[in-house]
């Protein structure tokens, strides 16, 4: 069943049009990925800059949400079009071919694609280099892990990672992070699990004990909603987590170590304002990194004072080394899987 959280008098999916709105402009859908509103992570995060975008500009716009988005995309975006919305932003990776079909079909709408690049005039394609933000947050985690002196760490080098399915677009953060860790010790073990879930809190807090319970002491969660269990599982095991897409520390202050932000807010408010303003960057790929300041670690403002500056120091030195290109921090997208990963 699809849900599109539209009010009665603004559309009707298949049964119309939209009427225009300010400035004459259609309305803006933007396509709720696996996981859900509500997940704390990357929806939540698009959404809120989905939702200023509409505030700013004034045109109307939506979420939508199915029970089963990647199977029924291509439903959706046909659906969204035909309903009259001029602009379609989908969240969900999987969209991507689906998306290219359609973007033919419908000519005069405006579409746009996360994570990846896809081909047509009428599509923007954006891009986050969650492997350098990831990177950073390895190289963090690597330092902390044997470092007794703070609670809850053991004298191992092992820290983990939980994807919510294996794709390309979860391994370029995993990579990323493993990477980074490999940059401070190459010899630390980094554990990879996938929850094959992105809505699965119980599975992830049962994942992350786990990995707890075979020596890990930080775990990285890419897996969305699961991800709310692999932090409550760092809070109820006195152990660390790893927050990703939006500020997460809080979650479990003290238990969240950091996270990888990704400022997916940034670059969908950003599309919305030129949207509507008549300057939609069709066939274009916007891309958001650490020198464009698209990704990187939070504040921590739980867990600064547990944390060695010198620790700090050097995860900074490595994000300068990142920005001056002297680091190359691998892109499964543009590079395929490393040996290393294998």
């Not at 939209?18 to 929806?43: C, E, H, K, M, Y």
């Not at 809120?48 to 716009?61: D, H, K, P, S």
């Not at 969305?224 to 660390?240: P, Q």
Request: hydrophobic residues 45%; glycine residues 12%.
């Amino acid at each position: 069943m699809l849900k599109f959280a539209i009010k009665a008098s603004v559309v009707a999916i298949g049964l119309g049009t939209v009427p225009a709105t300010a400035a004459d402009v259609a309305p803006a859908a933007l396509i709720i990925a696996q996981g859900g509103l509500g997940d704390g992570s990357w929806n939540d995060t698009a959404n809120a800059g989905f939702m200023a975008g509409i505030e700013n500009t004034g045109i109307e716009g939506r979420p939508i949400e199915s029970k089963d988005v990647a199977a029924q995309g291509e439903e959706i975006m046909r659906r969204a079009a035909s309903g009259g919305f001029g602009l379609v932003i989908s969240l969900e990776w999987i969209h991507g071919e689906a998306m290219e079909r359609v973007a033919e079909d419908y000519a005069d709408t405006n579409w746009v694609i996360m994570n990846q690049t896809r081909q047509g005039d009428n599509i923007a394609s954006v891009l986050f280099s969650e492997h350098e933000g990831s990177f950073l947050a390895g190289a963090l985690a690597a330092q902390v892990t044997t470092d007794t002196s703070i609670s809850g760490i053991n004298e191992e080098a092992i820290i983990g990672v939980i994807g919510g399915r294996k794709s390309p677009g979860i391994d370029k953060f995993i990579v990323g992070y493993i990477q980074g860790a490999e940059a401070i010790d190459p010899d630390v073990e980094v554990k990879v699990a996938y929850a094959e879930s992105f809505g699965d809190p119980a599975k992830g807090q049962q994942m992350a004990q786990a990995m707890f319970d075979e020596g890990a002491d930080i775990v990285f969660q890419v897996a969305g909603g699961t991800g709310i269990g692999i932090i409550e599982a760092a809070r109820a095991a006195g152990r660390y987590a790893i927050g990703v897409d939006t500020d997460q520390d809080g979650m479990a202050p003290g238990n969240v170590l950091t996270s990888m932000v990704k400022r997916v807010d940034v670059a969908v408010e950003r599309i919305v304002n030129s949207y509507a303003a008549g300057e939609f960057p069709g066939g274009e790929t916007m891309l958001f990194g650490l020198a464009q300041e698209g990704v990187a670690l939070s504040e921590m403002k739980h867990t600064m004072d547990i944390i060695p500056a010198s620790y700090i120091a050097r995860v900074e030195e490595l994000k300068a080394d990142v920005i001056a290109g002297n680091i190359d921090v691998w892109d499964v997208f543009e590079q395929g899987y490393p040996d290393f990963f294998k």
